[in-house]
């Protein structure tokens, strides 16, 4: 499967996303997002691969205004669907490695379950650490590496999850500081379109600062 698929998946399971992804993974993913970050109230963050808004919903909860950003039209039409004209939140389609997002603009740059479906994962950490203002924080949550080849074929996964060695490393090299990449609290759960072989895929989340 090339990486166009992966667009053509998300825009065809969007409308069902939400019960979806209740089964991949919880809201302990993102509250360890939220706690590495120590976000604040009146903050903006940028929600990057920001699907139907799993992350940006727990953000303008606590306060803080977001830039959700996707690659898919139908992912961001079924969260402004569910948001509505929420004035916390501005929409915008876009690219991992070319974010439609100023530079030095944000406090915060998330992303939930989003590394493993782009082409360059370094680079999209650069376009994320780009548009970080002096001080800002980033925090990427997603799948340990593993070999469940079904993620591949059937949920479109580019990379079969990522050494948290090699996450780390990566931080590094683009310059941030105080890296953290430790165990999210929760596993990533999905079973096969035929039922055959279930995933259990532990989530970590990687923290660093600029």
């Known amino acids: ?52 808004g799993f992350i940006t919903e727990g953000l303008i909860q606590k306060g803080l205004r977001v830039i959700a950003v996707d690659r898919s039209e139908e992912m961001l039409k079924q969260m402004k669907n569910k948001f509505g004209a929420n004035i916390k939140i501005e929409y915008r389609q876009g690219e991992a490695e070319c974010l439609p997002i100023e530079t030095h603009s ?3 740059a998330m992303a939930n379950m989003y590394l493993h479906h782009v082409e360059e994962p370094l680079l999209a950490i650069k376009e994320m650490v780009r548009i970080l203002k002096p001080g800002g924080k980033i925090v990427i949550t997603d799948l340990d590496e593993h070999n469940i080849d079904f993620l591949k074929t059937e949920h479109h996964d580019r990379w079969m999850g990522f050494k948290r060695i090699d996450v780390s ?3 590094r090299s683009v310059g941030l ?26 989530i970590f989340a990687a923290y660093g600062e600029i």
């Open 1 to 52: 499967m090339n990486f166009i698929d992966s667009k053509v998946y998300f825009s065809e399971v969007a409308g069902k996303w939400d019960t979806m992804r209740q089964g991949f993974f919880s809201e302990t993913v993102r509250q360890k997002a939220y706690s590495l970050a120590n976000v604040k109230e009146g903050k903006i963050a940028a929600d990057i691969g920001a699907g139907t």
């Open 106 to 108: 944000v406090d915060y």
């Open 169 to 171: 490393s990566w931080f």
């Open 177 to 202: 500081k105080n890296v953290i990449v430790d165990c999210a609290g929760g596993n990533c759960c999905a079973t096969s379109g035929c039922g055959r072989t279930n995933a259990n895929i532990s």
